[in-house]
């Protein structure tokens, strides 16, 4: 009888015999060899792991291959492609006759760039960004904010977790509007009101009438045309006064049986007598 190991089948006899057991008639001296050839169907087992997002790589396969081979044969086992991770390098292993071989592979998470663009302020918050795992939750940032605009979201939708690529998000925001409102009484015309975005630049015009002439706008400012940036609502009046108007007076006379007012610091009338009153 011959028995064979475990991983290996009995072929034949030295002599060709295949019978096993076998019956011999012993006639002389008899010497023979038992001849074995490999298991083909032996068991091996690879292991697939994927890293876990702490970094470790966890008990749970992602992925279990049950194969068979030839004992003792060299084989190289076949690496697995997984989107969002590192495939590491092919493994050789020989194959356990009692089919006991297995083999692990772990897989590399990787990383991918996440950038924020404001073209504003500054972001806040404790939000993901740069270099972020493969499948890791997406934090996002505080509202962003811009002077003179409002945001009114990003320009793709934010997933939940990192995708296997590198994400650019954009902020977007609409401009603010302002209205430039400009008024004049009867004796002169103003330009250049109107609506505004914010940061714009605006020229103002105050046109006065015949006689009379430009003297301010009623914020004071008495440039004329006048350069205005747009940075919130704008309500100015142009104010004009009789040309020839030299302001307060502060002195009464009289000519004759007639009073007249004659502007301050002034005290020349030609060929006329004075006779001060007040």
């Avoid at 270099?131 to 009114?152: C, D, H, M, Q």
């Amino acid at each position: 009888i011959a028995t064979p190991n475990d991983g290996y089948l009995f072929s034949q006899w030295s002599d060709g015999n295949t019978d096993n057991p076998r019956t011999l008639t012993v006639t002389e001296d008899i010497k023979l060899t038992a001849q074995w050839t490999p298991n083909t169907n032996i068991p091996y087992i690879v292991n697939h792991y994927r890293q876990a997002l702490d970094g470790t790589y966890p008990s749970t396969l992602k992925e279990t291959e049950n194969l068979m081979g030839t004992t003792a044969a060299n084989v190289t086992l076949v690496v697995k492609t997984y989107t969002g991770f590192t495939s590491p390098e092919a493994k050789t292993a020989t194959i356990a006759a009692d089919g006991s071989t297995v083999v692990e592979y772990n897989y590399t998470r990787n990383k991918y760039t996440l950038t924020w663009v404001t073209d504003g302020n500054a972001l806040t918050g404790a939000y993901s960004k740069g270099s972020v795992l493969f499948e890791a939750a997406i934090t996002r940032p505080n509202t962003p904010t811009k002077t003179g605009y409002t945001f009114v979201g990003w320009d793709k939708d934010i997933p939940t977790t990192m995708p296997a690529e590198n994400l650019t998000l954009t902020a977007l925001f609409t401009i603010h509007t302002y209205s430039v409102i400009l008024t004049a009484d009867q004796n002169g015309i103003v330009s250049g009101g109107g609506t505004y975005n914010y940061g714009e630049s605006v020229t103002i015009t105050a046109t006065p009438n015949d006689g009379y002439t430009f003297s301010q706008w009623s914020d004071g400012n008495t440039d004329n045309p006048r350069t205005l940036t747009v940075t919130e609502d704008i309500e100015l009046t142009a104010e004009f006064e009789e040309e020839g108007n030299y302001g307060s007076y502060t002195r009464t006379v009289r000519i004759g049986y007639n009073t007249i007012c004659l502007p301050h610091g002034s005290s020349h009338f030609t060929g006329a007598t004075f006779y001060e009153i007040a």
